[in-house]
């Protein structure tokens, strides 16, 4: 007789679950197969490790970020006074945030909803919480009096799971805001490189805007790199934050073999396959929505979202009973309740589905899913 397993407690514990399942939609890290050129960088593993012995690692790490930067249309690292702090992960970059943040300011207004993983590091950090959400973002200026309630504002964009992207007039707008009450804005990226509506210089609106700002960027969702993969934090100096020294505490610096790696996917991308990318996750976006045409009370609420996730709406139906039926099945998809972190029932019947996959997997889980919803 197996224990029952019980609810994980948040996303990416849920995300645990699935990391040995035979059909893994859950988590929203890359694990398509590599490209033919993907595969040829693999294969120059040895002679960039070489190579990179034999280069300052400062060279290699500015080498990365601007061919990851500059592919996404990113140039504001060119900036004199830019800086860029290379972390193991976009979550590293953000604990670091978080817990210089946590040293001016005491309450950040976040983005409503978004991945769990964002307010559990900001509240982990001591830092109190208020729901931006994503109509009133989307929709005009903020109200002052919530600006100058709290010391941040922290957005991400593209949203995950819904896929909204700031629009550059809209961040121009809210980097003045920032700028009149002195609030810190803070940017998580991680999703850019999907849509290039996202791909509209940040840096340079930021730059120009007067606002503190920090932007947390990510290579991890992009490329089946097997989670080698940088998160760098990006900030002016001064930005009034104890970014580097708090970023002392936790690491020296990354693997200038990863840096290095992510420069030559970068540049791969450059070539021809970030188009490529952004075709294979529309084509798998568009098996999931035609696999499951036509089952009642099915609905799709982010028709205009490119990113390499899928929220899928249930209807009446409760997604973590969905969840539990797809297990049965060796299907993982991700629950949607906890990234309503401010108001979870409004996550009780959606359900994510990654689309960074095989195309196979994701057919296998979109049929499961409808068999699932139409037993019989
Ligand atoms: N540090 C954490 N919790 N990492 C999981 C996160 O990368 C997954 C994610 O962002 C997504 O599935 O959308």
Redesign the pocket.
Known sequence: HTRPTPVPG???QF?HLALSSPVNL????ARQELTPGQSRIVGELPALWADVLARPVEEVEAEAYRTYFELLGQYGHRLPSTRVLSCY????A?EIFARSLAAVADTALLIHPT???IP??LRGAGLALRPLEEEALHGGDLDPAVLRSVGCVFVTTPN??TGRVLAEERLRALAAQCAEHDVVLALDT??RGFDTRAQYDHYAVLDGSGCRWVVIE?T??LWPTLELKVGWLVFPEPVGLPLSEVYSDILLGVSPLVLSMVRRFAEDAAGGGLAELHRFIAGNRAVVREVLAGVPGIGFPHPHSRGS?ERVELGARSALEVWSALREHGVHA?PCRKFHWADPARGEHGL?V?LARPTSSVLAGARALRSVLLPG
Do not use: C, Q, W, Y
């Not at 992960?89 to 590293?92: A, L, T």
């Open positions: 948040n996303l990416t995300e859950a988590d929203g890290h992960s976009s979550s590293v953000m991945f769990d993983n559990d590091i995950n799971p991680s999703f990510d991890g969702k996730v991700l994510r990654a």
